[in-house]
């Protein structure tokens, strides 16, 4: 049976205590142009990933009308030991499976009991506001897209067969590494 990955999500804004009205740093003028007036923003997002189908790399079947043909379960558990990194080259288990032969469609469910890579991304940001002249005013901004280096790995290889010599292994990245960028706005 599918489900759906459980998502977690929160954006935030903090308004940091120091300058003129706020608990800290607040008795002058100067003190309050250099440390006054910073926001801290962020946006944090957690998933897991999504359930993984195995399918076989030679459809048997093709030539009379079957689109797909799934392998075989053997018994023995799909899932690796270690951690995400040491298990890159081995996800999945090709243990776990075998070929089904010809006229046959496995005995395969349509998604085993083991999810891809789940994704943790953090985009942070510092802001701060300088008046200038009435309606005028200057904003410095410092942002950081996937703030703490998180790779977010693509699913595994799930083309089963001997034809496929990188199955169970995952061999790219879906997301950026940090980006980061300094930036001044005018508002008015």
Do not use: H
């Not at 308004?15 to 009205?21: D, E, I, M, V």
């Not at 076989?56 to 270690?82: C, D, H, K, V």
């Not at 298990?87 to 089904?100: M, W």
């Not at 595994?156 to 990188?166: K, Q, V």
């Amino acid at each position: 049976m599918f489900s759906v990955p459980l998502v977690w999500s929160t954006a935030f804004t903090y308004q940091l205590p120091f300058g003129k009205g706020r608990q800290f740093a607040n008795s002058s003028k100067a003190l309050d142009y250099v440390v006054g007036g910073w926001q801290f923003n962020g946006i944090a997002l957690y998933r897991e990933g999504f359930p993984t189908a195995i399918t076989e790399a030679n459809n048997l079947n093709g030539a009379y009308g079957f689109p797909g043909q799934r392998p075989n379960a053997t018994g023995i558990s799909p899932e690796t030991s270690g951690s995400l990194e040491s298990r890159l080259l081995n996800y999945i288990n090709p243990a776990a499976f075998s070929d089904a032969p010809q006229f046959t469609f496995g005995n395969l469910s349509r998604f085993i009991p083991m999810r891809g890579p789940g994704m943790a991304n953090w985009d942070l940001s510092l802001f701060k506001s300088f008046p200038i002249y009435e309606r005028l005013t200057m904003q410095f901004r410092a942002e950081a897209m996937n703030a703490f280096n998180t790779p977010l790995f693509n699913g595994p290889s799930a083309s089963f067969g001997p034809s496929n010599s990188s199955f169970g292994q995952i061999n790219s990245q879906a997301n950026s590494s940090r980006q980061m960028q300094l930036c001044l706005r005018l508002l008015w």
